[in-house]
């Protein structure tokens, strides 16, 4: 079989399994990993807005956090003093997200490299203690809580987060297509631009791409990402909090984005995943585990660059692979900061 | 192709107290190749970048197509119609072949379209294989631009300058570090362009530069030495003298 | 001057002075290494729990003053061969790694010394009077200690011939390695003499701060904005910008909150980085 059906039936088979944890789970006794998963869903999209600035456009963002906090605030205080239903906090929340990463990426887009990363930092750094010290506003440190309005209300039927299965599935859903939608961006003419750029910004501009506005592009693109995570965040938990606004919280999301791949598209999915999973088992019986996802930060970069989705990347083309030296090899000699091609390379269709 | 490819005025540039591009005034002829040649150091890539707008000119007017782009960013340039090729081959190395040129034909014809496949351009997809088919890459389109040889990411930089459809082309030592056979194809292609395409071309080659260029400026120490047609630079005495200074292995690019 | 006021500026002086030499360390790492060390601040921290722990075990703070820094050496060059120079190549992967490095130390503190956190009493005990008001002698101490170190540390770094080499390498690792300067050694002696200093700056400030595992956190962005402020490359513009924005926010907390000082440094520092990268005052190398 071809390395594209490969990974289509793995993306089948995974998309499958999502959707059946809320049935399957119970059944082992493991209610309780339902919101794990949901929780991963959510913390995915931070590192998907990590991954499409540093996989694809090549821009190491340190102050995602704060465009999460946008989101979770636009959401809680929408709620809260202007009672709007679901979805209205919901675009709210994104809208304010994006927003601030257009006015902030103005200013962040001109500078390149380290210096790109410092000012994200302080950017967020910024915000967090804005927020801390406003706490008539965001409630600061404790901060704010609110009930979440139901999500549909038609006539007596209504779907609202207090059922742990619904609340999910509206979850599934929303990542689901903030994932779509980012796939399709990476694989049309702007997330061309996006690879232009990122491999040779020279180039790019002398083949006619405004670098500035492709790099701010991304840049609240992955914002509008970060704000959806924060939104869908403060859904989960019914409040918002300064203290998640932290550089910390960006860095976690590097790690996240990092481990799984940072330029693979479902990679943030396999780095939260990963690292959530081990924590929910790790944090039971040794207090320490931090020390762990630090050494395996470390790791990571060291021996596995490419991360997670690299790697399986890698064993798919192992196993599909037939001929076509030339392709295996181009892409055996892939810059690991860079992608696993998106788009799988012409090979003999040998068999099915 | 316009009378007249490039008009520079009085163009200059210092890096502190050094003066790399000294009042340079010139027109470059349209419908000829021309070439710029001189010792190292003479300025000539710093002139170019003056003229793609990478580097900005402390004074003077750069003209093309009746516009002054002196100040202009250098995309917007490219959008112009000037495009160039650099002395160390630059292109999109983590990227195929294919999805390098069609960065370029896609940027061309200014499609952003965020929530559309690439592969959808049907036109594009065309287009892309004309231009692989017009340099010599037919067969390479999947491979990735870094596991070219040398002379075949030359020949893919080529095709991403001629997908900005150009009207002028800057070549920076195009067949810089090429053997005997890739130097024999790059030169026949630099040529076919030049006919439908104003060439203005860096080289070090005299051998290349004396057998195709129509029009030729010496530059030396920032500024204009000598032009002419070949015999006549050929047979300049101070050009040989600004060549003399310089022993047979510094001139190699 | 009002007494308070004038208490703030000292003891802004004396955190200045202190903070110098944490971030001429981070400053050498950067410039020389290329790597944003996000551990850096927990480096510190290292320094003020290294002091504290040897100080009351041994019962001599000056002790730990002498054997803190020279842990820091060693454990900067362990680092830099373990950590650093394997991911170097991925040059914007080290913040990464730095940041796993933070994780990995902060937890290392908590799980050893503990979540609680303490304080120490001064080694040297007492006031002295200083412009009309009775001023702790140790922090003078710590100041004119400070100043001593950041003087040696510029001493060294243009009279010796490993300074000398350090400055070459800085300045152009090619033309370094062709003159026979042993390149991959140098930076390796840069990142343990960096985090040496940083471990220095800990144990001077041990007796005049909480001693805790998170103390790094709040370091380490004061850090950055004397280099960014003073100018990449340009030490002494880092010593000059971190005695200016201690002392600063220092005078601007006694008529507004901590916060809104820390928000107005860090926005001025965005400035810095957009209108001016090269940083405040001339000199700068790169």
């Given amino acids: 079989m071809t390395l594209a059906r490969a990974r289509l039936i793995c993306l089948a088979v995974f998309v499958l399994a999502l959707l059946a944890v809320p049935y399957v789970l119970p059944a082992f006794g493991a209610t309780f990993w339902v919101n794990i998963v949901a929780e991963i869903l959510i913390w995915s999209l931070l590192a998907a807005s990590v991954n499409l600035l540093l996989g694809f456009t090549g821009l190491l963002s340190f102050g995602q956090a704060l465009y999460f906090g946008f989101g979770m605030y636009g959401v809680a205080l929408s709620i809260n003093n202007w009672d709007v239903g679901f979805l209205p906090a919901l675009v709210i929340g994104i809208a304010a997200a994006s927003a601030m990463a257009f006015v902030t990426g103005i200013f962040a887009v001109r500078l390149t490299w380290h210096y790109f990363a410092i000012i994200t930092v302080v950017f967020s750094l910024i915000f967090y203690f804005a927020a801390m010290s406003t706490k008539w506003l965001t409630g600061g440190d404790d901060g704010l809580s609110f009930s ?112 799984g791949g940072s330029g693979a598209l479902l990679g943030p999915l396999f780095g939260t995943g990963a690292l959530i999973v081990f924590r929910e088992l790790a944090s039971n019986f040794w207090e320490n585990y931090l020390l762990a996802v630090g050494a395996i930060t470390i790791l990571v970069v060291m021996f596995a660059p490419r991360g997670i989705a690299g790697a399986w990347n890698d064993m798919l083309l192992a196993l599909t692979a037939r001929g076509g030296r030339s392709a295996t090899t181009a892409i055996a000699t892939a810059e690991p900061a860079g992608d696993a091609p998106d788009h799988a390379p012409t090979r003999s269709n040998a068999d099915g | 192709m316009a009378d007249l490819a490039l008009r520079l005025s009085g163009v200059t540039k210092r890096f502190g107290g050094l003066v790399a591009v000294d009042d340079v005034t010139i ?107 017009e340099v010599g890459l037919t067969g390479h389109h999947q491979t990735l631009a870094s596991a070219l040889s040398y002379g075949d990411v030359a020949l893919l930089e080529m095709a991403l300058a001629l997908a900005a459809e150009p009207k002028l082309l800057l070549l920076d030592e195009p067949i810089c570090g090429m053997g005997p056979q890739e130097t024999e194809r790059a030169v026949a292609m630099i040529k076919r362009i030049a006919k439908r395409v104003d060439v203005i071309l860096i080289e070090h080659d005299m051998e290349v530069v004396f057998d195709i260029a129509d029009f030729i400026m010496v530059m030396a120490q920032g500024g204009i030495l000598a032009t002419g047609t070949a015999t006549e630079i050929a047979s300049n005495l101070d050009v040989q003298e600004a060549y003399l200074g310089s022993p047979e292995d510094e001139l190699a690019c | 001057m009002n007494e308070f006021v004038l208490a703030l500026a000292i003891n802004g002086l004396v955190w200045g002075l202190i903070i110098a030499l944490i971030a001429l360390g981070l400053s050498i790492i950067f410039g020389l290494l290329d790597v944003i060390n996000m551990a850096h601040g927990d480096f510190f921290m290292l320094g003020t729990v290294g002091g504290l722990v040897i100080a009351v075990s041994t019962g001599s703070f000056w002790l730990a003053l002498l054997i803190v820094p020279l842990i820091g050496l060693l454990l900067g060059a362990a680092i830099e061969w373990l950590v650093i120079r394997p991911t170097v190549r991925q040059a914007s992967l080290t913040i990464v790694t730095t940041f796993g490095l933070s994780m990995i130390i902060q937890e290392m503190v908590r799980a050893t010394y503990g979540p609680q956190p303490r304080r120490m009493s001064a080694p040297i005990e007492g006031t002295i009077p200083l412009f009309g008001i009775d001023y702790d002698l140790y922090r003078i101490a710590a100041a004119i200690f400070s100043a001593l170190c950041l003087a040696a540390f510029f001493l060294f770094l243009n009279r010796t011939k490993i300074g000398t080499w350090i400055r070459a390498v800085r300045h152009d690792p090619e033309t370094a390695t062709a003159l026979g300067i042993p390149v991959t050694q140098i930076t390796a002696f840069t990142f343990a003499l960096g985090t040496a200093m940083a471990l220095l700056g800990g144990v001077i400030a041990a007796p005049i701060t909480t001693v805790e595992f998170r103390t790094g956190i709040d370091v380490l962005p004061f850090c950055f904005m004397a280099v960014i402020i003073g100018g990449l490359g340009n030490l002494q513009g880092t010593v000059a910008a971190a005695i200016m924005l201690a002392v600063l926010e220092g005078l601007v907390t006694s008529f507004v909150d901590p916060t809104t000082a820390r928000i107005a440094s860090l926005a001025f520092m965005s400035a810095v980085l957009l209108l001016r990268p090269h940083g405040l005052f001339s000199g700068a190398t790169r």
Avoid: C
């Fill in chain 1, 148 to 259: 979440p309005p139901p999500v549909i209300e038609i006539g007596d039927f209504s779907l609202t987060l207090a059922d742990t299965t619904a609340q999910y599935y509206v979850i599934l859903v929303i990542v689901a297509v903030a994932f779509a939608l980012k796939a399709l961006v990476v694989n049309s003419p702007l997330g061309l631009n996006f690879k232009a750029v990122r491999e040779n910004d020279r180039r790019a501009a002398l083949i006619g791409i405004n670098v500035f506005r492709t790099r701010l592009a991304a840049f609240v693109i992955a914002g509008a990402l970060a704000g959806t995570s924060g939104a869908l965040f403060a859904f989960f938990g019914r409040y918002a909090s300064a203290s998640y606004m932290f550089y910390h919280v960006s860095g976690e999301a590097i790690v996240w984005a990092v481990v």
């Fill in chain 2, 27 to 133: 027109d470059f002829p349209g419908g000829q190749l021309n070439a710029i040649i001189g010792p190292n150091g003479a300025g000539k890539t710093t002139l170019f970048n003056l003229i793609t707008g990478e580097t900005p000119a402390d004074a003077g007017r750069i003209e093309f197509a009746g516009k002054d782009i002196a100040r202009l960013k250098p995309h917007e340039i490219v959008r112009r119609g000037v495009s160039r090729t650099l002395q160390i081959k630059s292109v999109f190395g983590g990227l195929t072949v294919v999805d390098n040129i069609r960065a370029a034909v896609l940027t061309h014809r200014r499609i952003m379209a965020p929530f559309r496949l690439v592969s959808s351009f049907a036109s594009v997809s065309a287009r892309t294989d004309e231009l692989i088919e």
